[in-house]
């Protein structure tokens, strides 16, 4: 019988609801954590995969050797290179693309490059409108590294110490 009658004070009670709302106006005092993103933007770790570029050497000579080792460790096939011999004996690319949608974004390629020619990016926030858009030929990833040489340069040094 008590349990019976317990069981309908709390059921009569609302205590479900209660400690709901409980909860709900202990929330609505809090202090908020929402980015405002566009305008604030959230610490990005060092390791941060993201857009692809290809680098410069300070003379301004590319770093890509054509060795052709991103492509091969490529697990999607995203990466396209054709290269030529140049007249003074060296190899270079004529044609360097990436494929975005098929890109997973592994970090592979970057890995297996012994001049540190490609790198992932800290851009995210990027956006294309058609399938042409999402591959990236050679002049669009150098252009990319150049513009963003000072930021590759320091994550890079602040990754370091991890390698």
């Not at 003379?59 to 060795?67: D, H």
């Amino acid at each position: 019988m008590i349990k019976k009658v317990k069981k309908l004070v709390k059921d009569f009670g609302l205590s479900e609801i209660r400690a709901g709302m409980k909860i709900t106006a202990k929330q609505l005092v809090t202090d908020k954590i929402t980015v405002q993103f566009p305008e604030e933007r959230t610490p990005i770790s060092p390791r941060f995969r993201g857009l692809h570029a290809l680098r410069r050497y300070p003379n301004g000579e590319e770093r890509c050797i054509a060795c052709k080792l991103c492509e091969a460790v490529c697990p999607a096939n995203a990466i396209t290179i054709e290269s030529e011999m140049r007249d003074d004996g060296t190899r270079r690319t004529t044609q360097y693309d990436i494929d975005l949608f098929k890109c997973i974004f592994c970090g592979f390629c970057e890995e297996a490059c012994p001049v540190d020619a490609i790198v992932e990016t800290h851009i995210f926030d990027y956006a294309f409108e058609s399938r042409e858009g999402s591959i990236i030929d050679k002049e669009g990833l150098l252009a990319i590294g150049d513009e963003n040489e000072k930021a590759i340069g320091q994550a890079r040094a602040e990754d370091s110490k991890y390698r």
